[in-house]
């Protein structure tokens, strides 16, 4: 299997929407506490005796935390960086020319950036100081800023069918649901008792949202009836960082912890761990 050794700790990485071999990976020093970070803009061949291209390398002054692909423009990409800036670069443009712009509104760290993948308009940004950012890449500022968490945002995402909602994961142990024609979020889950650190909706059902959380644990939920969650995923043996849907089968998860596991789950099997692989 291809490797590639990046200087830096990894935080995200990112397939492209318009190629299947490119992926944009975050990443920061010192597992970002303090230092700089790097972008990497990587090419994979479907020979796995070739070693995997690195096409682009941005330096930033701190960590990077999170990283979008624009789904409009095949060679833009969206940093989530420390410093509590949003910073845009351009693949077609030299290292120079870049960032082709740099957003600093939020007032710490930004922690994650998300592309509308229905309107293909507009990206969200969360931060630790509480707020979700509404943007758009004609402007110089963001559109709206949503607050209502009173503690720092981890991850904001859109849902993959409906253009104008999304969903919130803060360390207030929520997930709050928004619509962004509305004044308000227009649904808060308490989803766990401890910090909520990630959250994803199901790609075949705009209903069906993923949690992931300080408690070790992954909760599924239904977001038409979210008294009481689909299931509750337990074997992690420390805090699950993140957790991501499968693109592929309706019912499998992905999730990975500070216990240094990937774990892959079927939520609706009682047995749900399928598997685990150690990093």
């Given amino acids: 299997m291809p490797v590639f050794k990046t200087p830096f700790n990894g935080y995200a990485v990112k397939f492209s929407p ?26 994979l061949s479907p020979d796995p005796s070739i070693p995997i291209a690195e096409l682009g390398g941005f330096d930033t002054a701190d960590g990077v935390y999170d990283v979008a692909w624009s789904e409009s423009h095949e060679s833009i990409v969206i940093a989530a960086v420390a410093d509590g800036s949003v910073k ?17 509104e939020h007032t710490r760290e930004v922690h994650s950036a998300d592309y509308n993948p229905v309107r293909r308009d507009s990206f969200l940004s969360s931060s630790w100081d509480d707020t979700v950012k ?19 945002v981890y991850s904001a ?30 649904m808060i889950l308490p989803a766990h008792e401890l910090e909520i650190l990630a959250c994803d909706w199901n790609k075949y059902d705009e209903c069906v ?17 979210y008294r009481v969650p689909v299931s ?23 999730s990975c912890s500070y216990d240094m596991t990937v774990c892959v789950w079927d939520f609706m099997l009682e047995d749900s761990l399928l598997t685990r692989s150690h990093c």
């Fill in 18 to 43: 318009f190629y299947e071999n490119r992926l944009a990976v975050a990443t920061a020093q010192n597992f970002g506490i303090l230092g700089n970070g790097r972008l990497h803009v990587l090419e």
């Fill in 88 to 104: 845009l670069y351009d693949l077609g443009l030299p290292p120079s020319s870049n960032p082709i712009r740099s957003f600093q």
């Fill in 134 to 152: 509404l943007w758009t890449l004609d402007r110089p500022s963001s559109v709206r800023t949503f607050k209502e968490h009173a503690y720092c």
């Fill in 157 to 186: 995402v859109w849902n993959p069918r409906h253009a104008d909602v999304f969903a919130s994961a803060s360390g207030d142990c929520t997930v709050r649901i928004w619509d962004v024609r509305e004044p308000g979020s227009t």
């Fill in 209 to 225: 949202i993923a949690t992931a959380s300080v408690d070790k644990s992954l909760k599924v939920w239904d977001v038409r009836n």
């Fill in 232 to 254: 509750v995923l337990n074997g992690h043996g420390y805090a699950v960082r993140k957790v991501k849907f499968s693109p592929h089968l309706r019912n499998f998860i992905l």
